[in-house]
């Protein structure tokens, strides 16, 4: 059955307002990382209206994603993530510009990226290495908001996820691994940028070995880099958070 668009979106009309609605799907965004938070953002930014979305991932469905990636079913297991998910957001808005690129965001990638092109960037990798590159290449590019999530396995209580600039987070690991590898690489970020994480210390694994994770956690984080995203692209590009001294990391 075909449906209108404003069919689709007549009930996120109804909260972001006509002029929210239209700004919303003229904007394009790149969300790096499908999985347990990537692919749950993407699904959110589709189902509120963006125009266009770019997922980048390199890996392909496994079992032990069954249990909190948006895409992952037994029937996919051994596809590629972003194959798969951009079928699903294509069946959602079909007016959507979905585009799905198989590649890690690495050093060796990275100059294919020209992330100036797009409105707003999500950071859901979880390479230290490749998020701080990421989170370089998008500060310095100028034009894209940032926002980036930090860890989210070993916890258990989605009421602790909370929003912070990345130089005020407290009782992260990755968000401190970051802030090492950056002083040793002599880069501040140079301007600030919101990230998501968990107030909630993690949890010790019950299976060595095994980095767990729950939907009910990983889905929240991606939940709010979507909401992120579109209270900044709503309000154009403004926000009401404090700007933080990005050199004191």
């Not at 959110?44 to 032990?64: E, F, K, M, Y």
Request: glycine share 8%.
């Amino acid at each position: 059955m075909e449906c209108r668009q404003d069919e689709i979106f007549s009930r996120s009309r109804g909260v972001l307002g006509a002029d929210g609605s239209e700004k919303l799907a003229c904007v394009s965004a790149a969300v790096f990382g499908t999985g347990g938070v990537g692919g749950w953002c993407a699904e959110a930014l589709v189902r509120t209206g963006i125009g266009g979305i770019t997922i980048v991932d390199c890996d392909t469905i496994a079992p032990s994603n069954i249990n909190r990636q948006i895409m992952a079913d037994p029937a996919s297991i051994g596809e590629y993530k972003v194959e798969v998910l951009a079928a699903r957001l294509g069946r959602i808005n079909p007016s959507c510009r979905v585009t799905s690129v198989k590649t890690r965001f690495c050093a060796e990638t990275a100059a294919a990226f020209d992330l100036s092109e797009f409105d707003v960037v999500i950071d859901a990798i979880d390479s230290v290495a490749d998020k701080c590159l990421l989170v370089k290449n998008a500060l310095e590019a100028g034009k894209p908001a940032l926002f980036s999530s930090m860890g989210a396995a070993f916890r258990r209580d989605p009421l602790k996820v909370r929003t912070a600039d990345f130089t005020k987070i407290e009782g992260d690991a990755l968000a401190r691994a970051m802030r090492r590898t950056m002083r040793k690489e002599g880069f501040f970020p140079p301007k600030p940028f919101t990230c998501v994480y968990s107030s909630e210390q993690p949890s010790a694994p019950d299976v060595k070995g095994v980095k767990g994770s729950l939907v009910q956690v990983t889905a929240v984080f991606g939940m709010v880099l979507a909401s992120l995203a579109v209270e900044h692209v709503c309000n154009g590009g403004k926000t009401s958070r404090p700007v933080a001294d990005a050199r004191n990391i």
